[in-house]
């Protein structure tokens, strides 16, 4: 009876050993069919265009990872990807005037009541510097492209000279009051130093706007960007579902596109359930399918 009883349960024990293993996904078969999923991604994103070639001026990397009761895990860094969320900020405002520069005379120290017209323009000099740094780490193009460096150019050296007059008329005025010039010579010197400082402003107030006008359209265009490439990497997930047919039903295949988000360091995350999958080997599904259907979020 003892010996009955214990092959009886040795006998269950071995079935539920066979169920389980049958269950269970084969992990060396689920890795290579990643691997060759991979490989298809990488391939379909490849640009087909010169377009897209100056864009995208470096291989997309994409690496994949098999999680037990999870799926299939693609994390994929797009080219430019951490100059894409830079764009997305709005820049800096320009900084305030300054009420006044300084200066010695007879070892004495002087207020005039002016800004110093050649710390601003290293101010925006170095926005402008940063905004051209990150047009040319993108890629940026578009349809006006030349005509945005003749742009940028013209706002560039206009607030070169007005910087440069501007300081010229700062030295007058300082020097006029060392000289104790007439009234008379006073105020025409102030309201030269005056009318240099408003073409300053003019002119650093449109070197900003055309850097941030420029920074807003290379956001626009990153943004289309990114779409497409979403829109590319789940089309080909669709078509070559079937080398995910090795996963559990309740497993998914995620795409993580690296600082891809709206925000800064966000990522564009999708989860693809097993069963959309499945409608896509079915041939009932075809592009945009899984865009319509699939969860996405910014993480």
Same mark, same amino acid.
Request: charged share 35%.
């Given at each position: 009876m003892k010996t009955t009883l214990t092959a009886t349960v040795l006998s269950a024990a071995l079935l539920s050993a066979a169920a389980q293993s049958a269950s269970a996904p084969d992990y060396q078969a689920v890795q290579k069919d990643m691997a060759i999923l991979q490989n298809i991604l990488t391939t379909a994103s490849q640009p087909e265009s010169k377009d897209k070639r100056r864009w995208m001026h470096r291989d997309m990397d994409i690496r994949s990872v098999y999680l037990a009761n999870q799926g299939m895990v693609f994390t994929i860094e797009l080219p430019g990807a951490h100059w894409g969320s830079y764009l997305i900020a709005p820049m800096a405002p320009l900084p305030p005037m300054p009420s006044s520069f300084s200066f010695q005379f007879d070892g004495e120290d002087h207020e005039v009541p002016m800004p110093d017209a050649e710390e601003l323009e290293e101010t925006v000099a170095e926005a402008m510097e940063a905004a051209a740094e990150v047009a040319?780490?993108?890629?940026?193009?578009?349809?006006?492209?030349?005509? !945005?460096?003749?742009?940028?150019? @013209?706002?560039?050296?206009? =607030?070169?000279?007005?910087?440069?007059? $501007?300081?010229?008329?700062? +030295?007058?005025?300082?020097?006029?009051?060392?000289?104790?010039?007439?009234?008379?010579?006073?105020?025409?010197l102030q309201e030269q130093l005056n009318?240099?400082?408003?073409?300053?402003?003019?002119?650093?107030?449109?070197?900003?706007?055309?850097?941030?006008?420029?920074?807003?359209?290379?956001?626009?265009? !990153?943004?289309?960007?990114?779409? @497409?490439?979403?829109?590319? =990497?789940?089309?080909?997930?669709?078509? $070559?579902?079937?080398?995910? +047919?090795?996963?559990?039903?309740?497993?998914?295949?995620?795409?993580?596109?690296?600082?891809?988000?709206?925000?800064?360091?966000?990522?564009?995350?999708?989860?693809?359930?097993?069963?959309?999958?499945?409608?896509?080997?079915?041939?009932?599904?075809?592009?945009?399918?899984?865009?319509?259907?699939?969860?996405?979020?910014?993480?």
């Open positions: 040319h780490e993108f890629g940026y193009q578009s349809r006006g492209d030349e005509k !945005w460096r003749a742009e940028l150019s @013209e706002v560039r050296e206009a =607030l070169r000279k007005s910087a440069k007059d $501007y300081r010229e008329y700062q +030295r007058r005025f300082a020097e006029g009051n060392r000289n104790k010039v007439s009234e008379k010579e006073k105020q025409k009318q240099a400082k408003t073409t300053f402003e003019q002119s650093r107030k449109a070197y900003h706007e055309k850097a941030e006008k420029m920074r807003a359209e290379s956001a626009k265009q !990153w943004q289309e960007k990114i779409t @497409e490439m979403e829109s590319t =990497l789940l089309n080909a997930l669709c078509a $070559y579902a079937s080398s995910t +047919r090795r996963l559990s039903n309740n497993e998914n295949v995620s795409l993580i596109l690296q600082n891809a988000g709206q925000g800064e360091n966000k990522h564009r995350v999708w989860v693809v359930s097993k069963s959309l999958l499945d409608q896509c080997v079915s041939k009932i599904q075809d592009n945009g399918f899984l865009r319509k259907s699939a969860i996405s979020y910014e993480s």
